[in-house]
């Protein structure tokens, strides 16, 4: 079965996930500059993870990113109260297993990330994140 929410085969898509964490917390090569886009674009496609506010917060830090061309520390550093889970005023993640989209396609999923080497991996992993913000946008807010 694939995906219900990002359509990746054979529901591969958490596998892969939590392979590629390992791979960039055990070098700072796929770390890089990248890491902040894996988990928000992963996220993104997998709404069920998040509340409504918490799905339009991960867009809005990809847009962030990707747009705005800002630096995960300038993000972190300006983002730090809402981050700060006592401070925030909504949830960001959720558990009751229900998609806040219903969008189930993606032209690109985690599974076009190759990872033969970290420069490939760090281009691929742009290009997924840019491609899942721009379908992300597309979708209505309300
Ligand atoms: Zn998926």
Known sequence: MNCPECGAADN??????DELMALEFSDPAYFGTVHNLTV?????QHSSKLTREGWLYER???????????????IRRQNKDLVDSGKRKFKITSKDG????NKTT????ILDVRAENAEVYCEDIKAWAKSALEEAEEINES
């Open 106 to 109: 993606w032209t690109k999923t």
């Open 40 to 44: 928000a674009t992963f996220m993104l």
């Open 98 to 101: 229900k998609p806040v989209i």
């Open 12 to 17: 591969l898509c958490q596998a892969r996930f």
């Open 60 to 74: 809005e830090l990809l847009r962030e990113f990707l747009v705005e061309n800002k630096s995960p520390e300038f």
